[in-house]
């Protein structure tokens, strides 16, 4: 069960858009559409930020989106604000009742 | 609002058994069918330890299944984490969390409590 793959860093101005990958495989990502997506601040617990790789709990902004493609997915961070300048991971249902985590990005506000 | 709230030695020395603890408060375990522990190692990402349902059913992350045990007890509104023979590797902050909808295990987070393994 090896960990989803996100690249470790991203970065974008403020008020632009950043979009961050999440590679799985088909026994993961690519067969399920449980991904999730969290927001981790410094020394903080993480957030669900996406479910169901598209679907914002209530109270999350709307310019965060998920989408997936075979076995990628992706969160799209649009509007970028200081305060989303933090770690994203992602997160997939995996066979046999298991889920994996992917290995963060950190997104900078420049 | 549903809390959760970890809770454990903060040390442990390698080839101890290690329990960990999450209080729930303001409601009742019963309120959701899964619940889970999550750890993060120092500087580095997230890592799925396993869940436990209601009806006591487990399932284990692979990688820790030989040592792993989690646990729930009703009465006292608690779950618990039991990892044997610890060793550095397992230094970590260790999470609770529940469900908010099926499939999406790590809706709701505690605090977390940070463990060190070390002699």
């Known amino acids: 069960q090896s960990a989803l793959t996100q690249p470790p860093s991203a970065s974008g101005s403020p008020g632009q858009s950043v979009t961050i990958s999440c590679t799985g495989t088909?026994?993961?990502?690519?067969?399920?559409?449980?991904v999730s997506w969290f927001q981790q601040h410094p020394d903080k617990a993480p957030k669900l930020i996406i479910s169901?790789?598209?679907k914002r709990p209530s109270g999350v902004s709307d310019r965060f989106s998920g989408s997936k493609s075979g076995n990628t997915a992706s969160l799209t961070v649009s509007g970028l604000q200081a305060d989303d300048e933090a770690d994203y991971y992602c997160s997939s249902y995996a066979a046999s009742h298991s889920y994996v985590f992917g290995t963060g990005t950190k997104v900078t506000v420049l | 609002q549903l809390q959760l709230q970890e809770s454990g030695p903060g040390l442990a020395k390698p080839s101890e058994t290690l329990s960990l603890t999450c209080a729930v408060s303001g409601g009742s375990v019963t309120i959701t069918n899964w619940w889970s522990w999550v750890r993060q190692s120092p500087g580095r990402g997230l890592e799925w330890i396993g869940e436990?349902?209601?009806?006591?059913?487990?399932n284990y992350n692979p990688s820790l299944q030989n040592r792993v045990i989690i646990s729930m007890d009703k009465s006292k509104n608690q779950l618990s984490l039991t990892l044997i023979s610890v060793a550095a590797a397992d230094t970590a902050v260790y999470y609770c969390?529940?469900?908010?909808?099926?499939?999406?295990?790590?809706?709701?987070w505690g605090q977390g409590t940070l463990v060190t393994v070390s002699s």
């Open positions: 088909s026994s993961d990502v690519g067969a399920y559409n449980y």
């Open positions: 169901d790789v598209n």
């Open positions: 436990i349902h209601l009806d006591g059913r487990t």
């Open positions: 969390t529940r469900e908010s909808g099926a499939f999406t295990p790590f809706g709701y």
